[in-house]
């Protein structure tokens, strides 16, 4: 199985402030790679999808990057409804696997 | 648009097989991978496996001795069965829909239905 750790695991940040979250696959995967949201009590949605690309009514403040073993996700100037657990995902190769969630958190 | 809405019991249990049933309204059950997902505190996300409206069926290698998904188009449903279970088997269990293209990913979700297995 491809194992896909993201860090930090968790994270405390302010309105306005910018962070960035990576995940590292334990193999190459090219480009299929997806980063998720997930508020309490819901299910993830997905942001970016391919690595990079922003899903339709997704904000701007959203960016992805990255291909083969590295990738980051970085969301810039915060808002409230950005507090959740995000989650990377590696398409590339069965069994699909995730990581363990990165909780982000209001400072 | 496309709802997915899972249905079944809450309580299953020990030694018993878990059932679950994801409805898939506003839209065809054609096109598509058909994905059962769980979550727990302890692992996070775990891929059960995924259907084709045509059968094929993938399954995570560590559970696939215990699962079985099937289709039903002219209901625009598919299902679940996990045999065996366990307290490791109690999660949140989702169904989503994958894409068949790249980049393959999830882009609707069930709300979800808690699974607690227990005597």
């Known amino acids: 199985d491809i194992r896909m750790t993201q860090s930090p695991s968790s994270l405390s940040a302010s309105i306005g402030d910018s962070v960035t979250i990576t995940c590292r696959a334990s193999?190459?995967?090219?480009?299929?790679f997806n980063w998720y949201q997930q508020k309490p009590g819901k299910a993830p949605k997905v942001l970016i999808s391919?690595?990079?690309s922003l899903e339709s009514g997704v904000p701007s403040r959203f960016r992805g990057s990255g291909s083969g073993t590295d990738f980051t996700l970085t969301i810039s100037s915060l808002q409230p409804e950005d507090f959740a657990t995000y989650y990377c995902?590696?398409?590339?190769?069965?069994?699909?696997?995730f990581g363990q969630g990165t909780r982000l958190e209001i400072k | 648009q496309v709802q997915l809405q899972e249905s079944g019991p809450g309580l299953v249990s020990p030694s018993e097989t878990l059932s679950l049933t994801c409805r898939v309204s506003?839209?065809?059950?054609?096109?598509?991978?058909w994905t059962w997902i769980r979550q727990t505190p302890g692992k996070g996300l775990e891929w059960i496996g995924h259907?084709?409206?045509?059968?094929?069926?993938n399954y995570n290698p560590s559970l696939k001795s215990r699962v079985t998904m099937s289709i039903d188009t002219s209901k625009n449903q598919f299902s679940l069965s996990l045999t065996s279970v366990t307290a490791a088997d109690t999660a949140v269990y989702r169904c989503?829909?994958?894409?068949?293209?790249?980049?393959?990913?999830?882009?609707?979700w069930g709300e979800g239905s808690t699974v607690t297995v227990s005597s």
């Open positions: 989503a829909r994958r894409l068949l293209r790249w980049p393959f990913y999830m882009d609707v």
């Open positions: 506003g839209g065809s059950i054609t096109a598509y991978y």
């Open positions: 259907i084709h409206d045509s059968g094929t069926t």
């Open positions: 193999q190459s995967i090219s480009t299929y």
């Open positions: 391919g690595a990079s």
């Open positions: 995902q590696q398409t590339f190769s069965s069994p699909i696997t």
